[in-house]
């Protein structure tokens, strides 16, 4: 099993649909959680850190629930420019910690 | 601040040679990993240093890997002999202990 699985994608939605992104992870000692984005052929960046009360930026949220392992993002209102990969971030362990990627999900917005 | 930078951006080798990989991390940033990327099997952590040690090497492949931090500001990851299995793109990525900076990532093609 791998540690953090993701949906499989494509996602393709239409402008202004509201999108969610699913994420488990396998390690209980995992300590913080995040989303990164990847543009095609970029390098991933930082989207969001994902706090365990839920939080919101803009038209993000995201959510976790740690006694489920499970870890969400939703995306409201979807812009042409949220056409991405969307990866589940899990940082391991206290010695600066070890990130470990899930697969990632594809979204495609279209006009 | 520069980010993290990582050389040459691109590499064409003809497999059985010597590929070496490198990264300057973001000067303050007390991690340093390193991953590869595929389509088929997504971003996979190779190895990551924290305070220039090596903390967990699982993810490297094969003997054919290794990797190094002499010091704080720099690493690097040597492929040798190269295979044409090995062609990917390569991240180096640091981080604080709250967020992980990726470099643009050098794309590996062994022919």
């Known amino acids: 099993r791998k540690e953090v699985e993701q949906d499989p994608g494509p996602f393709n939605v239409p402008e202004g649909a509201t999108v969610a992104f699913n994420c488990t992870y396998s390690?209980?000692?995992?300590?913080?959680f995040f989303w990164y984005r990847q543009d095609c052929r970029k390098e991933p960046k930082l989207l969001m850190s994902v706090y365990s009360s839920g939080n919101e930026d803009g038209r993000f949220t995201a959510q976790l629930n740690r006694a489920s392992q499970y870890i969400s993002l939703l995306i409201r209102d979807s812009k042409l420019s949220d056409s991405a990969t969307y990866l589940c971030?899990?940082?391991?362990?206290?010695?600066?910690?070890?990130?470990?990627f899930g697969q990632g999900t594809e979204l495609s917005v279209k006009p | 601040d520069a980010g993290v930078i990582q050389s040459p951006r691109h590499e064409v080798t003809e497999m059985g040679q010597e590929v070496t990989l490198r990264c300057k991390p973001i000067s303050g940033h007390n991690s340093l990993f390193w991953y590869r990327q595929t389509m088929m099997r997504g971003l996979e952590l190779l190895i990551y240093f924290n305070n220039n040690v090596p903390i967990d090497d699982s993810g490297m492949p094969e003997d054919r890997f290794s990797a190094k931090m002499p010091n704080a500001s720099f690493s690097t990851l040597k492929i040798q002999p190269s295979e044409p299995r090995d062609s990917a793109v390569y991240f180096c990525a640091s981080s604080t202990a709250v967020r992980a900076f990726f470099g643009q990532g050098t794309r590996l093609t062994v022919v």
């Open positions: 971030v899990v940082n391991i362990g206290n010695q600066g910690g070890k990130l470990i």
């Open positions: 390690n209980s000692a995992s300590q913080s």
